[in-house]
C-alpha cells in the first residue's frame, strides 16, 4: 500500500491542546471489528464492551521528563538536549540543539550545575552520546529540573506534569506517553476489575520515533524505529490464562500491541520475554495474540494508523476516521479514543 492511502482531512482546531478533565470523560468510539459498526459513547462507559473473563493489557511506562534547558560551560551559550535512551554507564543518546555546535568534548550544565553533560560522540541521524555527572539519583534530578517532551503539536503550557502521565505508570524510560492509557482513573480500573475484567502490564518505552514520519511513498520499504519492551511472568500467565478460557485479550495502546505481537508465540502461548523490538504492523499483518485494541486517534499517513488499519480493516478505519472528524472528536495524545472489538 501507499503511504497516501493513509492520509486524511483534520482541521486544526480537533488537535487536543490539553486533557480532559476528569480523565474518564473523554469521548470513546466502539467500532465493531467484524461490521466496522460504529458507537458513540464516553470513556467511563468503556466497561459496557467488557465481558467478564477478559483481560486488559496495559503498558506501565513512565514518561521520563527528558527535556533539558541549560547552558555550554564555557560560553554559557543556551543548550537544548532531549534524552531519547540510555546507553549505560550514565551515556544517553540525545538530540541536542543547536546540535551543530554540540562537539565532542563539549561540557553542558543543567540546573545551576546540579548536572552536567559531556558530548562524547556524534551518532545517528546526527544524535549525540553524552555522559552525565552528577550527585545523588539521577531520575529523581530530572523530576526537578527536566521538562515533559511533549509532541510538536501540543503547543498549550501543561501545568500538571502528571496529565501526561498513567495513573499506574511506575518504570520510567519512555521518551512519550503511551496516551491510550491516560484515560483511565484508579476508580474506572477498579470498577474493571470488579466486573471480572483482569488487567496485566507490560513495559515498552515509547521513543520519540513513534512520531517520526513515514518518508516513502511504498509503507513495506519504511524502517522502524526499535524500543525495549519486558513481558513478565505474571503476565504472559494472565493471557494464556484468558485464552484458554475463551476470554479477549484486548490491548491498551498501540505500545501494548507491539509489545503482545512481539513475542514468541506457539499455537497462542506466550511467555516471558525481554528485548528490543522494530516490528511494523500494517495492513495484511495477522496478528497473533490481541483480540481487541483500545487506542486514541493518530496522525495522518503514521505506522499507527496503519496498526489500527491492520487491525480493524482498512476500509473501517478510514470509515471510522471521516465519522470522527465529522462528530468533532478531539484528536492525537490528549485526544479521545477508539475502542476495536
Sequence with gaps: MNTKDFDYFLPQELIAQEPIEPRDHSRLLHMDRQSGALTDTVFHQVTDFLRPGDCLILNDSRVLPARLYGQRKDTGGAVELLLLSPQGNDCWEVLAGPGKKAKPGMVLTFGEGRLEAEVLDVINDGNRLVRFSYEGNFYTLLEGIGQMPLPHYITH????????????????????????????????????????????????????????????????????????????????????????????????????CRTLESVGVTEGIVGPAEGWTDIFIYPGYRFQVIDGLLTNFHLPESTLIMLVSAFAGYDHTMAAYRHAVEQRYRFFSFGDSMLIL
Design 157 to 256: 503550557e501543561l501545568k500538571d506534569k502528571e496529565r501526561y502521565q498513567t495513573v499506574y505508570s511506575r518504570e520510567s524510560g519512555s521518551a512519550a506517553a503511551p496516551t491510550a492509557g491516560l484515560h483511565f482513573t484508579s476508580e474506572l480500573l477498579e470498577s474493571i476489575r470488579r466486573k471480572g475484567v483482569d488487567i496485566g502490564f507490560v513495559t515498552l518505552h515509547v521513543g520519540l520515533g513513534t512520531f517520526r514520519p513515514v518518508k516513502v511513498d511504498d509503507i513495506t520499504q519504511h524502517k522502524m524505529h526499535s524500543e525495549h519492551y519486558e513481558l513478565s511472568r505474571e503476565t504472559a500467565d494472565l493471557i494464556n490464562r484468558t485464552r484458554q478460557r475463551g476470554g479477549r485479550v484486548i490491548a491498551v495502546g498501540t505500545t501494548s
